[in-house]
């Protein structure tokens, strides 16, 4: 037992658990190697192969087929329509998600649970049933519906639809990115702020949006290529009508299901190149917040 003491006692067995924990942790080469390799065919084989095909396809017929494809009335009413709805929902939803962050972050409230459930619920339901509730909601047959059409308002089946169901599928993201990022934060700055006299409009313009501005342009950033991108709740409620309700994504299965497949996959290059864009922004958005983290003057501060 004494020698035991002893050793437990003696300098060298921290560094002695730390060898074995670091042992413990650390791979042989082929096992780190095989990790990577799995890692990099996976992607190979259901990221890069098919994005090379989207492209390869779009521009199978030339440069000139792939431009007609892209400027025909059609698509152009297409991509007016999906910026539109992007436009429309992302500010909505930057408002929505900072406002429902900050109130849960900052505030101690009942049904604060409830709330987050609530914020989390697009990205429990399909698409699909999504765009079915406004079609409950504002069908001939809906709630609503022989309201409106008695004061000949339309909603289901024209843009104002499709901008609900847009904005209903993408309100999480920026909520979502800005609570924890908010939590981790604390409200002693904001509290100091007031304190020191800051009106609540003062305090969230110089302290707490400096501080959530990264994880608030990344959360934007998602939102707007899910916006961009969203195919199930918008095919609902669109009525598919060519050249009126019919985003990129609508546009895509049109042409698709015609045989076209030369502008199909020319409209679809759209939304590879808006992936990539998001692909390349999101990087920007965490190496700055990276760098942000790890600079001295954060460090210090």
Request: contains cysteine.
């Amino acid at each position: 037992m004494a020698s035991i003491d002893i050793a437990l006692a003696s300098p060298s067995v921290p560094y002695a658990r730390s060898a074995r924990a670091k042992s413990a942790t650390e791979e042989p080469p082929r096992v780190r190697y095989a990790l990577i390799i799995t890692a990099l065919l996976f992607l190979t084989l259901f990221l890069l192969i098919p994005l090379l095909a989207v492209f390869a396809e779009a521009f199978r017929k030339g440069w000139d087929a792939y431009i007609a494809a892209i400027i025909e009335p059609d698509a152009v009413s297409a991509i007016k329509l999906t910026l539109l709805a992007a436009v429309v929902a992302v500010p909505f939803n930057l408002v929505f998600g900072v406002s429902a962050a900050w109130a849960i972050a900052k505030f101690e409230f009942r049904c604060k649970n409830l709330l987050i459930t609530l914020i989390d619920l697009p990205f429990s339901v399909s698409p699909i049933i999504s765009g079915l509730v406004y079609v409950l909601i504002f069908g001939a047959q809906g709630w609503l519906g022989p309201w409106l059409y008695e004061h000949d308002i339309k909603i289901l089946f024209a843009v104002p639809a499709i901008v609900l169901a847009t904005v209903f599928v993408t309100f999480p993201f920026v909520a979502r990115e800005l609570i924890p990022l908010m939590q981790s934060q604390g409200s002693e700055e904001e509290e100091a702020a007031l304190v020191l006299g800051a009106s609540g409009w003062q305090t969230f313009w110089h302290v707490t949006l400096p501080n959530i501005k990264w994880g608030l342009l990344y959360g934007v950033i998602l939102c707007n290529a899910r916006a961009m991108g969203e195919f199930g709740a918008v095919s609902v409620v669109s009525g598919h009508i060519r050249g009126l309700t019919n985003t990129i994504p609508l546009h895509v299965e049109i042409l698709y299901n015609e045989y076209n497949f030369s502008a199909a996959f020319a409209v679809a290059s759209l939304l590879a190149l808006l992936a990539l864009v998001t692909l390349a922004l999101k990087s920007w958005v965490e190496w700055h917040a990276q760098n942000r983290v790890h600079s001295p003057s954060a460090q210090e501060y």
